[in-house]
């Protein structure tokens, strides 16, 4: 599985932004995917996380309210939708694949990883 995360960019505080990461392989392996974002001197850390399937998704307690994931199964591509920017937001955003449904916030049950794509959001 490949991932291609793309949609990164410098905005203004309270701004929105949407990412977007095309999945190309066997999608049809890696039932879940995931964004995470680690920020300058931080540890990489879960944003949010939604099925293929079902449409199921969750949020770290971060971002909920102002992000949206969703999915275009169409399109193997997986958005994230960020609304009411702040500074602290401000990471590298990377998008992941996992092959097991319980695959939650834990990075290390991901399996496949894009790029990173840089959000920078200046207050």
């Known amino acids: 599985v490949q991932l291609q995360a793309s949609g990164g960019g410098l905005v203004q505080a309270g701004d929105s932004l949407r990412l977007s990461c095309a999945a190309s392989?066997?999608?049809?392996?890696?039932?879940?995917m995931g964004w995470f974002r680690q920020g300058p001197g931080k540890e990489r850390e879960f944003v949010a996380a939604?099925?293929?399937?079902?449409?199921?998704?969750y949020y770290a307690d971060s971002v909920k309210g102002r992000f949206t994931v969703s999915r275009d199964n169409a399109k193997n591509t997986v958005y994230l939708q960020m609304n009411s920017l702040k500074s602290e937001d401000t990471a590298i955003y990377y998008c992941?694949?996992?092959?097991?449904?319980?695959?939650?916030?834990?990075?290390?049950?991901?399996?496949?990883w894009g790029q990173g794509t840089q959000v920078t959001v200046s207050s």
């Open positions: 992941a694949a996992s092959r097991t449904l319980n695959a939650g916030s834990y990075p290390n049950r991901y399996d496949y």
């Open positions: 939604i099925s293929w399937s079902g449409g199921s998704s």
């Open positions: 392989g066997r999608t049809f392996s890696v039932p879940v």
